[in-house]
């Protein structure tokens, strides 16, 4: 019984930070994201009756500091009474340092582990399992540019475009390729309990929802870079501001902003947006990507710069 599944990292526009409900990890907020096509995680899941523990490989190393997460996601996929799983995980860009790896990652685990378990779930249904474990993950189980919504007890994933109906490249400035310090999980917990803005953050959310659905209903390309710059460093006021303060950002970070600015003030249509990590992800059109990759490799500090469209939700991949 083993399966193996494929799914990309997505990056929010109009960001995901805060928990309603911390045991069931459902967000305070809805979201939308871009997923992406060219950075993946491959994931691998064997079932082996009998065995006694699961154990979980990254790129080939194992990795038992990140295995109660997984064992947990294949509990709820599974059941409790399950066999124990072979886990192995590998993906083609640095992981756990802000560029989104456990969104690819738990959206890969819950598509494999329901394939090798031979269990049936409809799209969305993987998307609530895959966000019990990571919020993120649950939009990794789409394409295109998606709208998680908040739906009484669970979440619910609207398509607002595919990926082929508006071809954005996002080019991503690395600017520190190791583990963040303090996970999102945790910053946002710290974030709700003490930042000053968090009750304003929450209550501006819908506002900025509908702008930029709107601005992707019409392709507005300047209306939803507005919008997801002013929502990203919102959120990145809420952490400043929380006790004790998380930045995340580095030099680099900003003096990529700068080259953002630079960009656009020679009017190209190029927006920013950050995570819970230093890199810096530039969306913009195709025709620009190669100015925007160019700028942001000779920004001080950039250590690589990895560029990629937008791509296909989670599935399952053939066993090599
Ligand atoms: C800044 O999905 O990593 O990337 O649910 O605790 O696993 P958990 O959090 P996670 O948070 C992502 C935060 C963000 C914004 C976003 O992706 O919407």
Redesign the pocket.
């Known amino acids: 019984m083993q399966a193996a599944a494929r799914a990309q990292p ?3 526009l ?4 805060g ?1 309603r409900d911390t045991a069931r ?1 459902l ?1 305070a907020v809805g ?1 939308i ?1 871009v997923t992406l096509a060219d950075l993946y995680t491959d994931m691998t899941v064997e079932l082996e009756d009998g065995r006694g523990e699961d154990s979980l490989t990254v790129n080939d190393v194992a990795a038992p500091d990140l295995l109660p997460r997984v064992s947990l996601c294949l509990d709820s996929v599974l059941g409790d009474g399950r066999p124990a799983a072979v886990v192995r995980s590998s993906s083609n860009f640095p992981i756990a340092a ?1 560029l ?1 790896s ?2 690819s990652a ?1 959206a890969a685990l819950v598509v494999a582990a329901t394939e090798a378990g031979a269990r049936d779930f409809s799209q969305e249904e993987l998307a609530n399992l895959a ?1 019990r ?5 649950a ?1 990794s189980l789409f394409g295109g540019i998606v709208e998680l919504h908040n739906d009484h007890d669970r979440v619910r994933i609207d398509t607002l475009l595919a990926a082929e109906d508006w071809p954005l490249r996002v080019v991503i400035a690395v600017t520190e390729p190791g583990r963040k310090a303090v ?4 910053a ?1 917990e710290i974030s709700r309990k003490t930042s000053p803005h968090y009750q304003r953050w929450l209550a501006d959310q819908a506002y900025d929802l509908t702008v930029a659905r709107d601005a992707v209903a019409a392709r507005d390309f300047n209306r939803l870079g507005q919008i997801a710059e002013h929502n990203c460093l919102k ?1 990145h006021t809420l952490m400043w501001a929380s006790q004790p303060p998380m930045v995340y950002w580095n030099e680099a970070t900003l003096a990529c902003l700068y080259t953002v600015r630079d960009l656009q003030a020679a009017a190209s249509p190029v927006f920013f947006t950050v ?2 990590g230093p890199q810096v992800k530039v969306i913009c059109l195709d025709e620009n990507e190669a100015a925007v990759r160019d700028a942001l490799a000779s920004t001080p500090g950039v250590s690589d710069v990895l560029v990629s469209g937008l791509g296909e939700g989670a599935r399952p991949v053939t066993v090599s």
């Open positions: 997505n990056i929010a109009i960001k995901y930070w928990k990890n967000p979201s994201s802000g989104a456990s969104a738990f966000g474990t990571s919020g993120s993950a939009r996970s999102s999980g945790e946002m959120m995570d819970a």
